[in-house]
C-alpha cells in the first residue's frame, strides 16, 4: 500500500511540533482500506489521530500503528434532515458548513481546534455547549468485533469531556441534528465567540490546547495552576502561557520537557490541594 509509511515523524502530526518516529503511519482512503487493513492486522495495537491538536507524542516514537484517516472520511452532507460529516473533518470546517446552510448550535464549534473525530470521543465543548448536545448517531470500525457498528445518541453515556464509546472504536461518521434558523445570528455568534476566544486563549504559539481537565465545577485547572505556583514554572523552553496559565507554550525541542511539566503540575496541585489533575492532552509514545 502507498498509504503506509515506515519509520514516519510524527512532529508534523502534533501541534506541539515534536515526537519521534512512528514504526507505522497507514492513512486509509476509505472504509474498506481501513477494515481490511485491520481484519489482516488483528494482532497489531494502534492509535487512531485526528489534526493532533492535542496529542503530544514522545521523544522515542511510538511502536503502535498511528492511524490517521484519509480524504473520503472528511465528506459533508445533509440528507434526510440531518447532516453527514466525516470523522476527519475539521470542527471549524463543519461550522462553517452549518452557517452556509442556516443551521444553528454549531456555533462553538468554530472556536475548538481538531478534528470531528476526536470532539465526539472527549464531548469537547465551550461556551456552555457541547457535542452531546448535537449529536444524533455515531459510526466506526470496531477492532474487538472486526464490523462496523453504529451507536445512536441514547446509547452513549456524555460526561465532562469524556464518553463511554470503547477504545478500540475508530469513528468514521458522524451524524448531526438539525435546526434551522437565521444565517445573520449564527454569524454574529460565532463572531462574539471568536473574539471572546481571542480575548482569552494564546494563538499562533506551538500548543496542545488546554492541558488539564477542570476537576469539577468549583475549581478551574487554570486557576489550581495558578495557586500552586506551576505557572511560574519552566523546563528548558517549555513553559505555561502567560496569557491563560492551562495551554503550555512550547519553544524547545523535547516532548520530556513538555510532560516533566505537566507532571510536575500534576504533583504540586495535589500536594497543596489534594486534588488530582486530569490531563485533557494524550500523551502517546515509548518512555
Known amino acids: ?14 501541534w506541539f511540533g515534536l515526537g519521534g518516529k512512528a514504526n507505522k503511519f497507514f492513512t486509509p482512503d476509505d472504509v474498506n ?13 494502534y492509535y487512531s489521530i485526528g489534526s493532533g491538536s492535542n496529542i503530544l507524542f514522545r521523544d522515542k516514537g511510538c511502536k503502535e500503528t498511528i492511524i ?63 457535542f452531546k448536545d448535537i449529536i444524533d448517531e455515531v459510526s466506526g470500525f470496531s477492532k474487538k468485533n472486526l464490523k ?23 469513528i468514521t461518521e458522524v451524524v448531526f441534528q438539525i435546526n434551522y434558523g437565521s444565517k445573520e445570528k ?8 471568536k473574539k471572546k476566544k481571542e480575548a482569552a486563549q494564546p494563538s499562533k504559539i506551538k500548543t496542545g490546547g488546554s492541558t488539564f481537565k477542570n476537576p469539577d465545577s ?3 485547572a487554570w486557576e489550581l495552576i495558578k495557586k500552586s505556583g506551576c505557572d511560574r514554572k519552566k523546563f528548558s523552553k517549555v513553559k505555561f502561557s502567560k496569557m491563560h496559565c492551562n495551554f503550555i507554550e512550547n519553544d524547545g525541542n523535547s516532548s520530556a520537557d513538555i510532560e516533566r511539566l505537566i507532571n510536575f503540575t500534576i504533583d504540586e496541585v495535589k500536594k497543596k490541594f489534594n486534588i488530582i489533575l486530569e490531563p485533557e492532552i494524550k500523551i502517546i509514545g515509548e518512555k
Open 1 to 14: 500500500m502507498n498509504n503506509i509509511k515506515l519509520n514516519y515523524s510524527l512532529s508534523k502530526n502534533s
Open 33 to 45: 482500506e481501513l477494515s481490511n487493513y485491520i481484519k489482516k492486522n488483528t494482532n497489531e495495537k
Open 68 to 130: 490517521k484517516l484519509g480524504k473520503s472520511f472528511r465528506n459533508i452532507y445533509i440528507k434526510n434532515n440531518k447532516i453527514f460529516c466525516g470523522s476527519a473533518v475539521l470542527k471549524k470546517q463543519l461550522s462553517k458548513f452549518a452557517l452556509d446552510n442556516e443551521i444553528i448550535n454549531f456555533e462553538f464549534l468554530s472556536c475548538i481546534p481538531g478534528t470531528i473525530g476526536g470532539g465526539v470521543i472527549m464531548n469537547a465543548g465551550c461556551f456552555q455547549s457541547e
Open 148 to 170: 462496523f457498528v453504529r451507536y445512536k445518541k441514547k446509547e452513549i453515556k456524555f460526561d465532562y469531556r469524556k464518553t463511554d464509546l470503547p477504545d478500540d472504536l475508530i
Open 186 to 193: 449564527i454569524k454574529n455568534k460565532i463572531e462574539l465567540f
Open 218 to 220: 468549583k475549581n478551574k
